[in-house]
Each structure stands twice: as C-alpha cells, then as structure tokens.
C-alpha cells in the first residue's frame, strides 16, 4: 500500500476472467479500478468480456468508478480494436456511464506486431500514436 496526505493506493493482480468467481473475498472491493489498455483485447470474445464486466461490478463499490483506456476502431492499425458499441453495450446493468471520449494512446511498436504494423503502413519501430476510447464508468 503507498499512502500520501489523505489517500492511499493498493495495487493488486488477480485473473480478471475470474473476478466474477473470486470477487472481494480474493482481491477486495475498490473505489477505482484502472484497466490501461486491456477490455479491447476481448472485443470480439462476448463471454470473456461478458465475465470481465461482472468481476469488474464485483470488485469496484457501490459509487465507485472503473477508468478505461481501449483502442478505437475509429482508424486502422494493428491489435484488437472495439468500437463505441461494444463498451457502452457491455457496461449496462448496473453501470452508468460519466465519461466517454477519444484520445490518443502511445504505444510501442514491438517485433512481436511489427509486420502487422507494415501491413498497416505504420512504423515497425519506436513508439506510434493510436486512437483510443478513454472512459470514466460508474457502479450503480
């Protein structure tokens, strides 16, 4: 736990397939939870992302917040990209929506995606800017 002049911050890791399953009694209930670049790898898998929203209600409290980063499909480009849809359709029972945007998120470009990203005419090196839904979603 870090603390600092009137909050605190837990970092914790779990298996977030089996939130729905473990929930509180293995990680906690949360006020905020982060998820940096990780509900779009489940775009085109309903069930994963189906039991990623129920352990995600599970573990943030009753007015508390979950903040996404995820890649939009509003330009080409390599990795799994989701359109507005799928989050506001994933995020409805019991979920309220505060915030939904687009920005721009800076990634690397790794050898693990570099030929993806030639396909794309994108740089196969480095870093690269990419569009991406950031959003504020409160628990009911």
Not at 95 to 110: A, C, P, Q
């Amino acid at each position: 736990m870090v603390e600092g002049p009137g909050w605190t911050h837990d970092t914790v890791t779990g298996d977030v397939l089996t939130l729905a399953d473990t929930g509180a009694e293995g990680l906690g209930v949360f006020d905020t939870v982060v998820d940096s670049a990780l509900f779009h790898v489940f775009g085109t898998v309903p069930e994963a992302r189906a039991a990623y929203v129920r352990g995600l209600h599970r573990v943030c409290a009753p007015g508390g917040r979950v903040h996404i980063l995820a890649l939009s499909d509003a330009e080409p480009g390599f990795g799994p990209r989701i359109g507005e849809s799928i989050l506001r359709d994933s995020f409805v029972d019991g979920w309220e929506f505060e915030d939904l945007s687009t920005t721009t998120y800076r990634g690397r470009v790794t050898d693990l995606v570099a030929r993806e990203a030639e396909r794309y005419h994108l740089p196969t090196e480095g870093l690269i800017d990419t569009a991406a839904w950031p959003a504020r979603i409160r628990r009911r």
